[in-house]
């Protein structure tokens, strides 16, 4: 009778041991965290979807919007094409920058065109150009360029090239279509707007009527301007074919010589005769 209960006994302690064990192990078991994130709150904002320059006239054709965290907006930021609709880019703007309120002209302003990017004392002024002149397309607005003039001046020899503006910022380039008397199209030039000073604006005027006009790209870096004497047509061969003359010594001055005295033998004299008559003493020279 001893042995079945030993045995129960021993099992019982064995089964309340593993409980215990499962109890104890269960309890100490570390939970998981749960962490939970919280979606972080955006809101949309006006930027442009590629490069403009400034003078651009905005439109929902060179915007789009994109969600932006409220924690970093910008100041001035814009939420509707609406709010900015019409309105110009008083400074460049790269792909995907926020339109900004200091980066447009005023509300409800009436000013079109360059008229806001014009700083004070400034003028804006046009030039008809070719692909030639323009640097083969690489005039763009924000680009510096210098201006040379070629023309024939009054007395001169011939053509002559001069710089006559140097170091002036290109406030728009592009494509306009000019029409004959009757409204058709006759061709498609470029036209470059340069802004000048006043006193500028009337050297450009003169050489655009008397001359022609050349563009030259410079670097936005450089802005050094140089004093140049400018270029004739005909000093560009002046030495053409030949080779340079060589130097040579400049020749010795010598005293003239003395010129020698002769002397002049004295005249011979010539004969003569005396006759006397009668106390009377005549002389006769032959």
């Given amino acids: 009778m001893k042995s079945p209960a030993i045995i129960f006994i021993v099992i019982g302690l064995i089964g309340a041991a593993l409980l215990t ?33 400034l003078g651009t006239r905005l439109s929902e054709e060179n915007l789009r ?13 814009f939420s509707s094409f609406e709010a900015v609709k019409g309105r110009v880019l008083l400074q460049n703007v790269a792909e995907n920058e926020a339109i900004l309120e200091p980066k447009l002209t005023p509300t409800g302003s009436k000013h079109a065109g360059l008229t806001p990017i014009i700083e004070e004392g400034r003028r804006a002024f046009s030039i008809r150009v070719t692909d030639v002149i323009s640097v083969a397309g690489y005039t763009t607005p924000g680009t510096k360029v210098d201006v040379l003039v070629t023309g024939v001046p009054q007395g001169g020899r011939g053509a002559q090239t001069k710089t006559i503006l140097q170091n002036i910022p290109v406030l728009t380039a592009g494509q306009q279509i000019e029409y004959n008397p009757d409204g058709k199209p006759i061709a498609n030039v470029t036209v470059v707007t340069l802004q000048v000073t006043p006193e500028e604006a009337e050297k450009l005027s003169l050489a655009s009527l008397e001359g022609k006009i050349q563009l030259a790209l410079r670097n936005p870096l450089d802005k050094k301007t140089d004093a140049t004497p400018g270029a004739e047509f005909a000093a560009l061969f002046s030495n ?8 040579t010594a400049p020749a010795k001055r010598t005293k003239p010589a003395a010129a020698k005295k002769t002397e002049v033998a004295p005249p011979i004299p010539a004969p003569t005769l005396e006759v006397v008559t009668g106390g009377k003493r005549q002389v006769y020279t032959f």
């Fill in 240 to 247: 053409r074919g030949k080779s340079p003359a060589p130097a």
């Fill in 21 to 53: 064990f499962s109890m104890v192990t269960y309890m100490n078991k570390k939970q998981p965290i749960v962490t939970v994130v919280e979606k972080e709150q955006t809101q949309p904002i006006v930027v442009a979807n590629s490069n403009l320059a």
């Fill in 65 to 77: 919007l994109v969600a932006w965290s409220e924690k970093n907006r910008p100041a001035g930021y």
